[in-house]
C-alpha cells in the first residue's frame, strides 16, 4: 500500500503545500500594511522581535522533532505497529521541552526592553506582550505535537495543510477585527494564541482518526534510542545554522537600531523569504515518500530517483 501511495500523497501534499504557502504569503502582507496603518510602524517591528525571539528559544528543540519523524519512516514501511507506539511514547518529550521553553523564556523576561533600542508603543506592557507571545509557542508543545509527526511520516502533511488554512483564516480574521474596530494590538495577539491551540487539537483529532491504531505505548530498544539521540546532534548543527541567519539579525537590528528600522528591514526580507518557501514546500512533500523507497524499493530504483530529483 505505502508503495502504491507515494505518488498519490506527494501530488496531494505539494498542491496543498502550495495553496497553504500562497495564503501565507499574501493574507499575512494584508495583516502587516492593516497594522502599520491602524497601530504604526513600531508594533510590526515588535511583532517581528517576539518572533525572532522565540525562534532562538526553540533551539532548545534541539531537531527532536525530525529525528523522531525519520525514526518513523522505516518501522511505517515495514508496518511495526509496536515500533512506531514506542516511538510516540518517546516522542512525547516534546512536553518537556515545552516547559524548557517556558522556564527559559520566564528567565528572560527581564531582559527583553534591552532587545529595543529607542521608544516603546507607550500603551502597551512589553512584558506582558512577550509572555503572551512565549505561551503560543509553548502552547505548541504542549498540545498533542507528537500526534503530527505520525502524519508527517506517513507522507499526509496535506492535512496539517488543510487544518492550517481553516485555523488560519479564523485567527486572520479575529486579527483584523482587533486591529480596525478595537485597534487593541493584546487582542491580535489573543487570537494568535487561540488559533495555535484550535490547529494542534484538530490535528490530533484527525490523526487518531486515521491512524487509531498508534497510541503512545511501549519502549523503545537502546541501540534505537542511541541512534536517535545522535540523529539529534547532527540536526542540531543545522538547527542552529537556520536560527543564527533567520533570526538573530532581527535581534541585532532592534538592539541598535530600534523597531522602526527592525519593520522596514523584515518587509523586505518577508519578500525574500517567502520566494524561498515554496522550495521548502516541495521538499517536504516529498521527503517521507523518499524515505519510504529507501526500504521498500531496490538500489536500483532508488538512484533512478536520486537523478531525477537532482535533474
Known amino acids: 500500500m505505502a508503495k502504491i501511495e507515494r505518488t498519490r500523497n506527494a501530488t496531494r501534499n505539494l498542491i496543498y503545500g502550495m495553496i497553504l504557502k500562497i495564503y501565507q504569503?499574501?493574507?499575512?502582507?494584508i495583516m502587516r500594511t492593516v497594522m502599520i496603518y491602524t497601530l504604526g510602524v513600531q508594533y510590526l517591528g515588535l511583532n517581528s522581535l517576539f518572533t525572532s525571539v522565540l525562534s532562538v528559544l526553540n533551539l532548545v528543540e534541539l531537531g527532536v522533532g525530525s529525528a523522531m519523524v525519520y525514526s518513523m519512516y522505516k518501522p511505517i514501511a515495514e508496518d511495526d505497529e509496536q515500533i512506531i507506539c514506542a516511538l510516540m511514547r518517546l516522542y512525547k518529550i516534546y512536553y518537556s521541552i515545552g516547559l524548557i521553553i517556558a522556564i527559559i523564556g520566564i528567565i528572560l523576561t527581564p531582559f527583553i526592553p534591552k532587545l529595543i533600542s529607542g521608544d516603546v508603543p507607550k500603551d502597551i506592557n512589553i512584558y506582558i506582550l512577550y509572555l503572551m507571545n512565549l505561551g503560543a509557542t509553548v502552547l505548541s508543545y504542549w498540545l498533542f505535537a507528537y500526534k503530527n509527526s505520525i502524519l508527517q511520516a506517513h507522507q499526509r502533511t496535506d492535512i496539517v495543510s488543510k487544518v492550517t488554512l481553516v485555523t488560519n483564516t479564523i485567527q486572520y480574521g479575529l486579527q483584523i477585527i482587533a486591529l480596525?474596530?478595537?485597534?487593541?494590538?493584546?487582542y491580535f495577539v489573543i487570537a494568535m494564541l487561540a488559533a495555535q491551540a484550535l490547529t494542534n487539537v484538530v490535528t490530533a483529532?484527525?490523526?487518531?482518526?486515521?491512524?487509531?491504531?498508534?497510541k503512545p505505548k511501549g519502549k523503545?530498544?537502546?541501540?534505537?534510542?542511541?541512534k536517535i539521540n545522535q540523529r539529534i546532534k547532527d540536526l542540531f548543527t543545522?538547527?542552529?545554522g537556520t536560527v543564527v541567519v533567520g533570526s538573530?539579525?532581527?535581534?541585532?537590528?532592534?538592539a541598535f537600531l530600534g523597531l522602526t528600522v527592525l519593520a522596514v528591514y523584515q518587509n523586505y526580507y518577508y519578500i525574500m523569504n517567502s520566494i524561498c518557501g515554496f522550495i521548502t514546500v516541495i521538499f517536504a512533500s516529498i521527503t517521507?515518500?523518499?524515505?519510504?523507497?529507501?526500504?521498500?524499493?531496490?538500489?536500483?530504483?532508488?538512484l533512478m530517483t536520486l537523478k531525477n530529483l537532482h535533474l
Open 288 to 302: 517521507a515518500g523518499i524515505e519510504n523507497s529507501l526500504v521498500t524499493e531496490t538500489d536500483k530504483k532508488i
Open 180 to 186: 480596525c474596530l478595537f485597534r487593541n494590538y493584546y
Open 25 to 29: 504569503i499574501l493574507i499575512p502582507f
Open 205 to 214: 483529532i484527525y490523526a487518531d482518526k486515521l491512524y487509531p491504531l498508534f
Open 248 to 254: 538573530v539579525d532581527t535581534v541585532v537590528i532592534s
Open 220 to 226: 523503545l530498544d537502546q541501540n534505537e534510542v542511541k
Open 238 to 240: 543545522a538547527k542552529v
